[in-house]
């Protein structure tokens, strides 16, 4: 069975750009959560979604940030206008039920992410 | 709220040798879950073990196992005959089995860096 699917892998693009992150999570798995990874931070939640509904979004950064999930199978994660500090690598995971669900969740590849 | 202390930011093994990685946390609730990741260079995070709370048994994936003590608040990780591939970065994290707000996100420790020598 195929995995989280994210893509890009690497972005590189100039501060004030607008940069979308795709994520393909792994069919059937009705949560979808995205992360973003720092060295100073580590790995954060930024927004949750269960049945394609976004249900905790406190861990977005702030407005520039936006996240959508127009079905099942597929999901966004924007960042307009992109500034140097949102370079990182962000993550998606998928899993089965709510996030407090005793099933795992399922981390794609990542995006590395970086603004020049 | 909950915190993940991971004490050791690295750790090198001889290969064919254990290692054990340390992993503590807080929290006030009785029932939760907790995960080992590892992050090998290619950035992709692996599932390698899990363990109930409410389980008493220690969880066991073939030469992964954990050391789970619930009233010392202790979850470290025992990689037995280690390999070449185990070298990653390894995360532990920690998972509410509650609802509301922001009960049931993944709450990561800040990894340990193993190194495994040949």
């Known amino acids: 069975d195929a995995g989280v699917i994210q893509s890009p892998r690497h972005e590189v693009t100039e501060m004030g750009q607008e940069v979308t992150l795709r994520c393909k999570p792994i069919?059937?798995?009705?949560?979808l959560f995205w992360y973003r990874q720092t060295m100073m931070r580590g790995l954060e939640l930024l927004i949750y979604?269960?049945?394609?509904?976004?249900?905790?979004d406190s861990g977005m950064p702030e407005d520039r940030f936006s996240a959508k999930m127009p079905n099942a199978s597929f999901s966004t994660l924007k960042i307009q206008p992109s500034e140097p500090r949102d370079s990182a690598v962000y993550f998606c995971?998928?899993?089965?039920?709510?996030?407090?669900?005793?099933?795992?969740?399922?981390f794609g590849d990542g995006t590395r992410l970086s603004i020049l | 709220a909950q915190t993940v202390t991971q004490s050791q930011p690295e750790m090198s093994v001889q290969e064919a040798e254990t290692v054990t990685l340390s992993c503590t946390y807080d929290t006030s609730e009785s029932d939760y879950y907790l995960f080992w990741y590892k992050q090998p260079p290619s950035r992709q995070m692996i599932l390698v073990i899990r363990?109930?709370?409410?389980?008493?048994q220690n969880a066991t994936e073939n030469r992964f196992s954990v050391n789970f003590q619930k009233a010392a608040k202790s979850f470290s990780l025992k990689i037995s005959d280690s390999q070449l591939g185990d070298a990653a970065m390894y995360f532990c994290?920690?998972?509410?089995?509650?609802?509301?707000?922001?009960?049931?996100?993944?709450?990561f420790g800040k990894g340990t860096k193993l190194s495994v020598k040949p």
């Open positions: 979604f269960n049945n394609n509904v976004p249900i905790d």
């Open positions: 994290a920690y998972r509410s089995a509650g609802y509301g707000g922001s009960q049931g996100n993944l709450i």
């Open positions: 995971a998928s899993s089965l039920g709510g996030r407090a669900s005793n099933q795992p969740q399922h």
């Open positions: 069919s059937g798995h009705n949560s």
């Open positions: 363990q109930e709370a409410y389980k008493q």
